[in-house]
């Protein structure tokens, strides 16, 4: 519903917009409200807040035209304004237009002429409030998701357990603002290493609440000591008691004895790592054994649990699918094979410089196609003595 001041003092248009009062259009049933000076419109200005629009006499006299606005003290308003004048003096409409009027009317005003042009003025402002109103609201939704992505950031550790002989590094580039991926290392009260990597279905912000859940119980659970397996069947009845419809984890977790060189892994569902021979050996393969499903789908589920042992410059690299499953622009697949190339040709090199330079001989693999999932990589390596 329209509400207008005129702020004019002929009386002849007053009873013409009189006339509209009540009357309905498609924005509504109009109201209009009178000033006859500077002093009656800033008087009103001050007190009706609510006002859609103005209509301002630009002939001199009284009326101050649209520098009446730069009057009003100690806020801002935005009212759109449209000029109105007795004359066709071309140069006193471009000059009330160049000052902030949004359209003109020029006397004598017919009514549907004046309801036509107010009904136009106030739908474009309508529309700009709304534009103002989305566009603030996507400026919160973006703030509060800036925030909630730093914070997933923070919570993958950046600082991995010291160990010496050991190199540990990792890395995670999302698919979108936020992951569904997480890896974690933390020292176990035992004295031995937790390490893990999962991909949660999905993608973007499910999956990154899913994500953080999971790593949160996970985490926990591996505290009280319990082995990889028995870590994950825990883990699994708690993800399948909150219910959480069609979100899973694959998570490959286990713990490493620095004191015998001694992994012990458990497999829920997830790709497993490869062992990267050194020594002057020349394999790398796939870690076998340790089965288990997915977690969150069924409770009560056997995870089993198998063991290797890192020699001196071998290395274990974890990572999920969003590695092998990257493709290029003509769908050419990055694939195992390519890994398994980079990882031998490469396994000379620091676990810092392994983790972090895939990622970028992926991207270059892509050659400029979109990152259609979330990459993380985590490599732990023995040095050579």
């Not at 002093?39 to 630009?58: G, H, M, N, R």
């Not at 290392?185 to 899913?210: H, Y």
């Not at 649990?305 to 999920?320: A, K, R």
């Not at 000379?348 to 979109?370: M, T, W």
Request: net charge negative; with cysteine; hydrophobic share 40%.
């Amino acid at each position: 519903m329209p509400i207008t001041l005129v702020i004019d003092d002929d009386q002849s248009f007053e009873k013409i917009c009189s006339s509209c009062i009540g009357r309905t259009t498609k924005m509504g049933e109009h109201q209009f409200f009178f000033a006859h000076s500077d002093q009656e419109a800033l008087d009103f200005l001050q007190t009706k807040p609510d006002l859609d629009l103005a209509i301002v006499s630009v002939d001199g006299g009284p009326i101050s035209g649209m520098d009446l606005f730069r009057k009003l003290t100690g806020y801002r308003l935005r009212v759109p304004r449209v000029a109105l004048t007795a004359g066709k003096d071309l140069s006193v409409i471009r000059q009330a237009m160049n000052n902030g009027a949004a359209d003109f009317l020029t006397k004598p005003v017919q009514s549907d002429d004046l309801l036509i042009t107010v009904d136009k003025v106030f739908q474009d402002c309508q529309s700009r409030r709304e534009a103002w109103s989305n566009e603030a609201q996507l400026s919160a939704i973006k703030r509060e998701l800036d925030i909630a992505e730093d914070i997933q950031r923070q919570i993958l550790p950046s600082v991995f357990p010291t160990r010496e002989q050991l190199d540990i590094s990792a890395h995670l580039t999302p698919a979108k603002r936020m992951s569904g991926d997480f890896y974690d290392t933390f020292d176990l009260p035992d004295g031995k290493i937790g390490l893990a990597v999962a991909d949660v279905s999905g993608k973007g912000i499910p999956a990154a609440f899913f994500m953080a859940v999971a790593r949160t119980l996970l985490r926990a659970t591996a505290m009280t000591n319990l082995s990889p397996g028995a870590c994950l069947y825990t883990v699994n009845n708690l993800l399948c008691q909150h219910q959480i419809t069609s979100m899973f984890v694959s998570v490959f977790y286990c713990t490493l004895d620095t004191k015998t060189w001694k992994v012990t892994y458990s497999n829920g569902g997830h790709l497993p790592p490869y062992l990267v021979r050194g020594g002057g050996h020349n394999d790398v393969f796939p870690l076998e054994g340790g089965d288990g499903i997915v977690l969150g789908v069924k409770e009560d589920m056997a995870f089993e649990e198998g063991t290797c042992q890192l020699g001196h410059g071998d290395s274990l690299f974890f990572y999920t699918d969003g590695v092998t499953e990257a493709f290029d622009k003509e769908r050419n697949q990055f694939s195992e094979e390519r890994l398994i190339e980079y990882l031998l040709k490469n396994r000379k090199l620091s676990a810092h410089a392994i983790a972090e330079n895939l990622f970028a001989y992926v991207d270059d693999f892509r050659k400029g196609a979109e990152q259609n999932d979330d990459f993380t990589s985590l490599m732990i390596k023995r040095s050579e003595a």
